[in-house]
């Protein structure tokens, strides 16, 4: 069944869109990013007031939340843009690249787009709610992210682009950012 998940997932994400679409589907995306994920996030926060009561000054989590929010939100700007110019494509699957992208970002790690929902959810945690909320929004998030990556997208990248993907995801890091090496030429 999963098979036929990824295979489904695949057949929808190799239909070239128009950029309508694309822009349609980028806004989508967006609002259920910035503000329906971090709101059901936050709601399952409250409902473990145990780990959303752990709290710092909150100075501090205004601060770690403001530049968290900002960092997130710029990384997952600066790879929709790459997303959108490298790959003619979107983050949202129904409107994905076109093409493998292995530029910008996504040249530090295959997934700057969870990295950067990693730190926006903390973020977002720190400054609505406590620090405990913030990493409790983060890590389901990222836990929710990683599975969906490992189960449907890594099958899903393998049959549209094949050994490239393969090579790709063999030389780059999944989430933490590793600057890239220089190729050597073989000749």
């Known amino acids: 069944m999963l098979e036929q998940l990824v295979r489904h997932v695949a057949a929808i ?8 679409y694309q822009v349609v589907a980028v ?19 409250m409902l473990l007031p145990l780990v959303a009561s752990l709290t710092v000054y909150r100075g ?7 530049a968290t929010v900002i960092a997130g939100l710029l990384m997952s700007f600066w790879a929709t843009i790459t997303f959108w110019r490298a790959g003619r494509g979107t983050p949202v699957p129904v409107a994905a690249p076109q093409r493998l992208v292995t530029t910008g970002p996504f040249g530090y790690c ?15 945690g720190c400054l609505w709610l406590s620090l405990g ?3 409790l929004m983060a890590l389901t998030a990222l836990v929710l992210g990683i599975a969906y990556h490992r189960l449907i997208e890594e099958g899903e990248l393998r049959l549209r682009f094949g050994e490239a993907y393969e090579e790709y995801r063999r030389t780059t890091p999944l989430l933490i950012p590793r600057w890239p090496r220089r190729r050597r030429d073989d000749t």
């Open 13 to 20: 994400a190799k239909r070239p869109r128009s950029r309508l």
């Open 27 to 45: 806004c989508g995306g967006a609002a259920m990013f910035l503000v329906i994920v971090p709101w059901a996030l936050g709601r399952l926060a």
């Open 60 to 66: 501090i989590e205004i601060g770690a939340g403001i």
């Open 110 to 124: 295959r997934n700057p787009i969870k990295l950067g929902a990693f730190l926006y959810f903390f973020g977002v």
């Open 133 to 135: 909320a913030g990493l």
